[in-house]
């Protein structure tokens, strides 16, 4: 029996149909995805699909309230409104790692990346759960298979040391 703990990493949690954004989209165009899609930020990328910022919930409210406080008729484009800041998980980062991204960075989601920038998907705190979920009822069962210890007489000692010897060579 493993008697190891797997862990999940990011490239196993990871969401690959992603919503993406284009800077070139307007803060309306990100409102109605957000709705549509139920989604509160998403990853903005360029036409190399490059991750370039993030925009979220929060970048749009701040525009249209300015918007419509100083009565203007524009509607601004993700590159003005977009976290310029890169929120980036890595794909090897196990699930402790990625816990610990998300609770000192505050977010919710985060973008997966290759070496060249090029995005993969993102991760989700929802995501997250899930697998930490997983992982504890897997661990819950994997404690309720294992046996009882119990002492051996001397004679099975001796058979389990030579079995031993015998495949080490």
């Known amino acids: 029996m493993d008697r190891t703990l797997k862990t999940p990493k990011v490239k196993d949690i990871l969401i690959k149909n992603t919503i993406t954004f284009r800077p070139h989209f307007t803060s309306l165009d990100a409102v109605w995805c957000f709705e549509k899609f139920n989604i509160t930020e998403a990853p903005v990328i360029d036409v190399n699909n490059e991750v370039i910022g993030n925009i979220t919930e929060s970048d749009c409210i701040k525009c249209l309230s300015q918007s419509l406080f100083y009565d203007e008729s524009r509607n601004r484009t993700i590159d003005y409104i977009m976290s310029k800041e890169k929120i980036i998980a890595q794909s090897e980062w196990d699930i402790f790692e990625l816990e610990k991204f998300f609770i000192s960075n505050n977010q919710r989601t985060a973008a997966v990346v290759d070496t060249n920038n090029h995005l993969l998907g993102i991760v989700t705190k929802r995501e997250t759960l899930k ?9 819950q069962k994997y404690k309720k ?5 119990f002492d051996l007489d001397f004679r099975e000692k001796v058979k ?5 010897y015998r495949h080490a060579f």
């Open 145 to 149: 298979e294992i046996k009882t210890p």
């Open 131 to 139: 697998a930490l979920a997983v992982s504890i009822l897997g661990r």
């Open 160 to 164: 389990i040391i030579l079995n031993r």
